[in-house]
């Protein structure tokens, strides 16, 4: 399978979530699972059922962040030498040439992408058309309204 990109962060976030889950969540359902089996008959016992499901749930989420993690890239922008060239967690700033508007967004791996908190996917139109530019250039980006063009104003690798 290939290497997914993860930035430190995103990496950091998926590990205590996965610690999280093993260490807290876990114990916790095991222990709702015993208490539930000791009221009895268990076809009929909703609390079991309930706790079945949130252990499937909880393991299933586990294998999915092991999995992530065990095929993650994990990219420190911090160290990279990027020649001042938007890179894969870089933190770049845009200006829409047409409406002069100002956003800044951190190129991030596919699971850490959150559009409200400014990290967009290393896969979406906009960082793809990103990738690789420098300070003062302009880019093109095919948005399903047409074309827009956007101004690169500074580039961060924090």
């Known amino acids: 399978m290939d290497k997914v990109p993860l930035t430190v962060i995103g990496a950091d976030k998926l590990q205590k ?30 609390e079991y059922h309930a706790a079945k499901e949130q252990q499937s749930f909880t393991e299933g989420r ?28 870089a933190t770049v700033e845009i200006e829409d040439i047409n409406t002069e508007e100002v956003v ?18 290393v896969s979406s139109p906009i960082a793809r058309s990103l990738i690789g530019k420098e300070v003062e250039d302009v880019v093109t980006v095919k948005t399903p309204g047409g074309d827009k063009e956007f101004e690169i104003l500074s580039i961060l690798y924090v």
């Open 104 to 121: 800044t967004y951190q190129i991030v791996g596919v699971d850490e992408a959150d559009i409200k908190e400014g990290r967009i996917s």
């Open 17 to 46: 979530e996965l610690d999280e889950l093993k260490n807290v969540i876990r114990p916790r359902i095991i222990a709702a699972i015993s208490e539930a089996r000791a009221h009895g008959d268990l076809k009929e016992n909703a």
């Open 62 to 89: 586990i294998a999915d962040i092991e999995g992530k993690l065990s095929n993650a890239q994990i990219i420190d922008v911090t160290t990279v030498d990027a020649g001042g060239r938007v890179v894969f967690g």
